[in-house]
């Protein structure tokens, strides 16, 4: 069973960073044709696609956030990291990690909310 588990502080204030961590149980980050993907709800129910590692490390972002966003991954420990940078209140988010197969979401982790404060 394929399992992805957000963690990280809940509150961050205006110009400082929020680091996220999904941690993956059931499934390698290497595996071939799968993408590890980071996905916002905002409370206004959009969604946005931030960013995705895959298998071989390669990385894609938004280009929306490409200034501001990073993610990277430890396959010792198969984690991969969220880093978005230079926040503001509009990044107030429900921030969910995916694995995505042939592009298409098929495992989502239950969500960590993140609000940032001015």
């Known amino acids: 069973q394929v399992q992805l588990q957000e963690s990280g502080p809940g509150l961050v204030k205006a110009s400082q960073t929020i680091s996220l961590t999904c941690t993956v149980t059931g499934d390698s980050l290497t595996t071939a044709a799968h993408g590890w993907t980071w996905i916002r709800q905002f409370p206004g129910k959009g969604v946005q696609w931030m960013g995705q590692?895959?298998?071989?490390?390669?990385?894609f972002y938004s280009p929306s956030l490409q200034s501001r966003i990073s993610i990277s991954r430890d396959t010792s420990k198969n984690q991969y990291t969220l880093q978005l940078n230079s926040v503001t209140p509009e990044d107030t988010a429900e921030y969910y990690c995916?694995?995505?197969?042939?592009?298409?979401?098929?495992?989502w982790g239950q969500g960590a909310q993140v609000t940032v404060s001015s």
């Open positions: 995916v694995r995505t197969y042939t592009f298409k979401p098929d495992y």
């Open positions: 590692i895959d298998p071989i490390g390669k990385t």
